[in-house]
């Protein structure tokens, strides 16, 4: 098993532009969540989905679109890149009470 | 809405000495508390956790702790190593689907 897996690992933004970060599991593991990691405020949830088909929004939607058409993939969306989205963002696939978390994303916005 | 305090944010110790770190959650309906390690450029990784049902956990030199009338749990280290320094980061599971992180406590062992 290839377990949690997200692309990029890096990436720059100039703001304005849009992206999709892409994140896997082959887990067969039906909650997927993102989040995102700054300094000195831990792992804040932005969205998360409980299957295919079934999003919903965690703690810091704003900006930020996904969706969930298949078990395995769930891919987050920046609409408009913002300075503010600068941040390491973690996809996670939980099994059972286990979080997964996928290597990681280190965005910059210019 | 619901939230999870951690102290404290930096913590630093000789080696062998004991760390402890302190988390308290806001929804009394939290019933899952896990524990995770972040070592420097990685993901976080589950160490430990424990259920609303059961007061302590151990696991070789970590244990947690849960106390739920004061909705509080904690994370104990004994004989601290180098190799533990990392953010360790408490979470609450609030059973709608959702894990609520603390802010993280940055660990450093001196040896």
């Known amino acids: 098993n290839a377990g949690v897996t997200q692309t990029p690992k890096f990436q720059v933004l100039k703001t304005g532009q849009s992206m999709t970060l892409q994140c896997a599991q082959d887990?067969?593991?039906?909650?997927m969540s993102w989040y995102r990691q700054d300094p000195g405020m831990g792992l804040r949830l932005i969205h998360y989905?409980?299957?295919?088909?079934?999003?919903d929004q965690g703690e810091v939607p704003n900006g930020y679109n996904v969706s969930r058409s298949t078990t395995e993939d769930f891919p987050l969306r920046l609409l408009s890149a913002a300075p503010s989205q600068t941040s390491v963002y973690f996809c996670?696939?939980?099994?059972?009470?286990?979080?997964?978390f996928g290597p990681g994303t280190r965005l910059t916005v210019l | 809405g619901e939230n999870v305090e951690q102290h404290p944010s930096t913590l630093s110790v000789q080696e062998g000495d004991s760390a402890v770190i302190k988390c308290t959650y806001s929804?009394?309906?939290?019933?899952?508390f896990p524990w995770y390690k972040q070592e420097l450029g990685k993901r976080p990784q589950l160490i430990i956790d424990?259920?609303?049902?059961?007061g302590e956990k151990k696991d070789q030199r970590i244990a947690v702790t849960l106390n739920k009338t004061a909705k509080h749990f904690s994370l104990h280290i004994t004989e601290t190593q180098p190799e533990d320094s990392a953010v360790y980061f408490c979470?609450?599971?609030?059973?709608?689907?959702?894990?609520?992180f603390g802010a993280g406590t940055r660990l450093f062992v001196k040896a």
């Open positions: 996670a696939s939980k099994g059972g009470n286990t979080q997964y």
């Open positions: 887990m067969n593991h039906e909650y």
């Open positions: 989905s409980v299957g295919a088909g079934i999003t």
């Open positions: 929804d009394s309906a939290s019933n899952y």
């Open positions: 424990i259920r609303s049902n059961v």
């Open positions: 979470a609450a599971y609030t059973g709608g689907f959702k894990t609520i």
